[in-house]
């Protein structure tokens, strides 16, 4: 067992990762490294921040630079130089998000390439060749997203083909697992939409395949209110197993990953800390803050006062201000740090908590300083 939940308080659960690269403590943030990368920064800012693991995208490696040259130049691990963990996506989120260029069948996903146009083919099989290759540490199995609104009858499409999906790639991982020593976590990956029947649906399908070393809870943040975003996770949450981890994909702001937290999620993963900070928006533990607003012109404090990461410590709002005006790319790096440090010890906070059975008082702290 990769999961050993230590503790819960309310809902909200404390645990720890046993995987090839290291301990990973839940609740976590996973960073987002698209390209085997996180955008302005290298692995040693990634260390020095304390990362655990990031999320490298399965569908962009295998386009560039191809998932043979990664594996030729040590997996993802020797490639980056990030010696700690790597979980990688499936495709399912491109080929939701490229669907001018993606049709869907049984078989798999069909996609043209954003960079060239080449024709390609993502089937359960294929995608987790790829991430062998890759060599990440946790791979997300092919799943069939749905943006929302959505019909009964898409829905309906979409779990009973990720359950399909979901069973070829569990009975090809334990071909694998058996030809050759692998050490690679597989997740399945929850769908369903908002509609309480459909995610009650895949879930049980989903777990009574047994062998997933994790479920994620997908098909979120896609279209939604924030209400049912959260009563779905509230509804879904106790339908996985308690003794596996338990990931929503691509959410979200600090308030969504709070909120949760609070519903029994352990593992995060959203490009918003990095896209936010190269867009002039910082969060803080007192809100978000526009970095190109002329208020901060003059304003010698650090961008949180109660951020210890390197920008915070070394840098003023004024500065960084200024490098955003003209346009500097030191910025980037800066602000991206901050940003990565504040969902960082937002989940080691939270984790914090838990351990002190003291989650409640956190959960109304974090609003109350939002409101100050």
């Known amino acids: 067992m990769i999961f050993n939940l230590q503790k819960v308080d309310g809902n909200a659960r404390a645990g720890t990762l046993n995987l090839p690269h290291g301990i990973v403590n839940t609740p ?74 993606v049709k869907i069948n049984d ?26 290759d890759l060599n990440s540490d946790i791979m997300m199995i092919l799943d069939d997203l749905v943006g929302l609104p959505a019909t009964k ?24 697992k058996q030809q050759r020593e ?13 509609d309480m029947e459909f995610r009650t649906a895949s879930a049980r399908d989903l777990t009574s395949l047994c062998d997933f070393d994790g479920y994620a809870i997908g098909g979120l943040a896609v279209g939604e209110p924030n209400s049912q975003m959260y009563d779905t996770i509230e509804f879904t949450t106790p339908l996985l197993p308690r003794d596996k981890p338990r990931y929503l994909m691509g959410v979200g702001t600090p308030q969504d ?32 803050i526009s970095i190109k607003s002329p208020k ?16 915070c410590k070394n ?19 800066l602000a991206s740090i901050h940003n990565i440090a504040y969902y960082l010890s937002l989940t080691t906070r939270a984790r914090e908590a838990i351990l002190n059975n003291n989650f409640e008082s956190f959960y109304k702290q974090f609003y109350d300083s939002l409101e100050k």
């Open 28 to 101: 976590v943030f996973m960073p987002v490294g698209t390209q085997a990368s996180i955008k302005a920064l290298d692995f040693k800012d990634m260390l020095e921040l304390n990362t655990q693991i990031i999320l490298a995208n399965t569908y962009h490696l295998y386009l560039r630079p191809g998932e043979k040259i990664v594996k030729d130049l040590g997996g993802l691990h020797g490639f980056s130089k990030f010696p700690n963990n790597f979980l990688t996506d499936s495709g399912g989120f491109q080929a939701f998000s490229l669907s001018n260029n």
């Open 107 to 132: 078989e798999g996903i069909i996609f043209k390439s954003h960079i060239d146009g080449s024709k390609h083919l993502f089937t359960p099989k294929k995608v987790l060749e790829i991430e062998y």
């Open 153 to 176: 009858e898409r829905l309906r499409e979409s779990i009973n083909r990720t359950t399909k999906w979901a069973k070829e790639a569990i009975e090809f991982h334990n071909q694998t």
């Open 182 to 194: 692998v050490e690679n976590k597989i997740f399945a990956i929850v769908q369903g939409g908002v």
């Open 257 to 288: 990953i709070v909120e949760a937290i609070k519903r029994g999620v352990d593992m995060f993963d959203c490009v918003m800390p990095t896209r936010n900070a190269r867009n002039g928006t910082l969060f803080t533990n007192f809100g978000k």
């Open 296 to 311: 901060y012109k003059t304003d010698s404090s650090p961008v949180d006062t109660k951020c210890s990461c390197y920008t």
């Open 315 to 333: 840098h003023s709002r004024a500065y960084l201000h200024h490098l955003f005006k003209a346009g500097e790319i030191s910025y980037f790096r």
